[in-house]
DNA sequence: GGGATGACCTAGA
DNA sequence: GTCTAGGCCATCC
């Protein structure tokens, strides 16, 4: 497995309960800002890995469920963010902004 | 080997 | 806010 998935995993189990960030905000992190299809593509993947990476915590930058088609069920990924506390309208994270968490400021090296 | 696809983002108009 | 174009790189055909 390259190191970039596994920079990945890592990051996204970072995350904290009720928090969500995006693709390109863990891409950007991880120093490939441009590279956000690749991190979307290391999710697909994510269900293989342990322990659990907690891909329901991660969607695009505007906040819909982009990925929720590739979970077991239709709308596994939408309960399991409202168990978090996250309201989810039309497969969309309402209020995203403030549930955002972004890993370049909340683990920022500096 | 080449071409197409994908849980996406940024920049410019 | 919209649309188009380019880029990233693993994986599949």
């Not at 009720?18 to 693709?23: A, D, E, F, Q």
């Amino acid at each position: 497995m390259n190191p970039f998935y596994l920079d990945v995993y890592d990051v996204v189990r970072l995350i904290p309960a009720g928090r969500v960030t995006s693709y390109g905000a863990i891409a950007r992190y991880l120093g490939s800002p441009q590279a956000s299809r690749m991190v979307g593509y290391a999710m697909n993947n994510s269900h293989t890995q342990t322990p659990y990476v907690p891909a329901h915590r991660v969607v695009n930058r505007i906040g819909l469920l982009t990925g929720k088609h590739h979970f077991p069920g239709e709308n596994v990924m939408q309960q399991m963010l409202e168990n978090e506390g996250i309201s989810v309208k039309k497969d969309k994270i309402v209020y995203f902004k403030s549930h955002f968490w972004d890993p370049n400021v909340e683990l920022s090296i500096d």
